[in-house]
């Protein structure tokens, strides 16, 4: 079988074939040209509302997308005593959280055993904390199916960098800790601030810390960063817009802490040997009325509120009024000696009841007609003694000298809280109402104001409202002193000096001519002070009770040159006087701040006459 051959078209064919073949390529460069302008036309569109109508829209999501505002926390002031000596302040800390998830779906992508991982972490994040934390509780937790985990809410910034030095994945947040290094000392007064992770700063709750919050909290800063896609790690050269933190100031207060922890000791020690339902002290300077001391039997604490109630976190002394008992008969001694009605050794002759409108009034012992000396109605705490006192000096001058003492208000002491107690305005006064006020009944007080009263005998007749701040401290170290409040003169310095001379003989315990409270007088030191007795209100009734009682003690070391004024409140205790606890306090004064003794004993003062 021979080969074919085959032979190309020639001639007139293969010149047709040529044509038709160069058509169809010039047809399809035309097709792509077209398919290529329109592309390039849609392109140019597509880019002209980008660029265009949607530039604004699309810039914000992206910088929504990558752009942060991180809050630069300010770090909150120092609370000091008098001292210097710390009595609240904050350190830094971190809380460090997890994303199960990412956790989860970056272990797989390098084909890594997840839990394996979880595993790795939770044993990590044991060994850096120590007991503090479970290692299977770290486990549950990154286990767990929530998007975000808190693995430990409060860590040093060292500890945080331990643990994501190896766990990078594992982001901290920043914290601040508010510690109070002497727990429950002045723990009413300083109060609590607390971790608010709303806000991402610490809040003061009660007491100095919420009263002051805005001193102490300062201004936080504020910077605006870059952040890697998923991630809150900053892009390094990123920030801008950076506005720095203000410290908070300071606060430099009038307590002394050893004298704050000595006082709270012993005025618990007192109330719980006698079964009181509570109890407040409060130790005044005699001169500037600065609070030294200002302890309740209730307390907390701030380290640790777990059972701490709302009253567990008040604070009586300035806030639980009462009523005062003869302690208040003060007001009486004041302004008889202040309006000439009587001096010291008026004779007054007293008898065994009093008839006052629709009530009769008796003294708390019993006994025929007495003639005592005006002295003697105070050191003896005659009821009736006073209440004819009283009728000589007069409703108005009565009432002018409430006033005076500061009864019935606030003392702005600069404290949440203050109740200003009660004194009843005169078109509410019932006949019998001049019966029980000048014994300290129908009116009520504080533990502070109490202590303010005998301040302003202490002083001279100038009542200085009392004060707890010292000093505010800014960041730099610049100290600023509030203004010292004025003085209010109460009475003159002849009739202060007249009455602190008689309330010596409260505590003499001389034959015959023994005062209420021997009990407080303090060897070496001339002493003048006021022991007082009040029924408390029966809820059930409405009336006074014949078994629960306010008892009170106010004091003044020494009575020949004061330095300090001392008021003790004691809530239904077991016990009829507060003078022993005085004593004890007294005791201590002297000696902490080297008192000088009196140059002579308080000369024995007549009270009774045959």
Not at 4 to 13: F, K, Y
Not at 156 to 169: L, M, S
Not at 504 to 519: D, F, I, M, Y
Request: glycine letters at 8%; a positive charge; hydrophobic letters at 40%.
């Amino acid at each position: 079988m021979g080969t074919a051959t085959i032979r190309r078209p020639t001639g007139p064919a293969r010149r047709v074939r040529s044509r038709s073949s160069a058509t169809a390529r010039h047809t399809r460069l035309g097709l792509g040209r077209v398919v290529l302008v329109a592309a390039l036309v849609a392109a140019g569109v597509k880019l002209a509302v980008v660029q265009g109508l949607q530039s604004a829209t699309l810039s914000a999501q992206a910088s929504k997308q990558r752009t942060s505002v991180q809050l630069l926390p300010a770090q909150r002031g120092t609370i000091t005593d008098r001292n210097g000596t710390p009595l609240a302040f904050s350190v830094a800390a971190e809380a460090l959280y997890a994303q199960p998830n990412r956790i989860i779906a970056e272990q797989r992508a390098i084909r890594a055993d997840p839990d394996a991982r979880k595993q790795a972490m939770a044993r990590r994040v044991a060994q850096v904390l120590g007991p503090a934390v479970s290692e299977q509780q770290i486990l549950d937790q990154l286990r767990s199916d929530h998007q975000t985990v808190l693995l430990a809410p409060l860590v040093t910034p060292a500890q945080a960098r331990a643990i994501q030095h190896d766990f990078p994945e594992i982001s901290a947040e920043h914290r601040e800790i508010r510690q109070y290094p002497g727990g429950e000392l002045a723990s009413n007064v300083l109060g609590v601030a607390n971790w608010r992770a709303d806000e991402r700063k610490v809040r003061g709750l009660v007491g100095l810390e919420n009263y002051d919050d805005a001193l102490l909290a300062g201004r936080d800063g504020r910077r605006v960063v870059d952040t890697a896609e998923g991630s809150d790690a900053v892009i390094p050269g990123s920030e801008r817009a950076e506005r720095p933190p203000v410290p908070g100031s300071g606060l430099e207060l009038t307590l002394d802490s050893d004298l704050q922890f000595t006082v709270a000791q012993m005025l618990r020690d007192y109330a719980r040997k006698y079964r009181a339902k509570g109890a407040s002290a409060v130790v005044l300077d005699a001169r500037t009325a600065e609070v030294y001391a200002m302890a309740n039997e209730v307390t907390f604490d701030p380290n640790n509120l777990e059972g701490a109630t709302p009253e567990m976190l008040g604070n009586p002394a300035v806030s639980s009024p009462f009523e005062p008992g003869s302690v208040n008969k003060v007001v009486t001694a004041a302004a008889g000696i202040e309006s000439g009605v009587v001096t010291p050794d008026t004779v007054l002759r007293v008898p065994g009841e009093l008839r006052v409108a629709d009530r009769t009034v008796r003294d708390a012992w019993s006994h025929g007609i007495l003639n005592l000396t005006f002295t003697g109605v105070l050191a003896r705490s005659s009821n009736i003694g006073t209440l004819l006192t009283a009728q000589r000096v007069g409703e108005d001058r009565f009432v002018d000298l409430l006033t005076r003492m500061g009864l019935g208000r606030r003392t702005n002491v600069g404290l949440p809280g203050e109740s200003a107690g009660r004194v009843p305005p005169r078109d509410e006064w019932s006949g019998s109402t001049f019966a029980n006020l000048p014994i300290g009944q129908g009116l009520s007080m504080t533990v502070l104001q109490m202590a303010g009263m005998y301040q302003a005998i202490a002083n001279d007749g100038v009542r200085i409202p009392p004060r707890v701040v010292s000093a505010e401290i800014a960041p730099d170290g610049t100290r600023t002193l509030p203004p010292r409040p004025a003085g209010i003169r109460v009475v003159s310095p002849q009739t202060a000096r007249t009455v602190r001379d008689m309330l010596r003989a409260v505590v003499q315990n001389e034959p015959g001519q023994r005062g209420t409270a021997p009990e407080a007088a303090l060897d070496g030191y001339q002493i003048a002070g006021k022991s007082g007795t009040a029924q408390q209100v029966n809820p059930g009734c409405g009336c006074y009770s014949n078994s629960n009682y306010w008892i009170t003690f106010a004091g003044i070391l020494p009575a020949d040159s004061p330095r300090f004024v001392v008021g003790i409140m004691l809530d239904d205790p077991a016990v009829g006087s507060a003078a022993p606890l005085f004593h004890q306090i007294a005791s201590y004064l002297a000696g902490r701040y080297q008192i000088p003794l009196s140059p002579a004993p308080s000369p024995p003062a007549v009270l009774t006459l045959p």
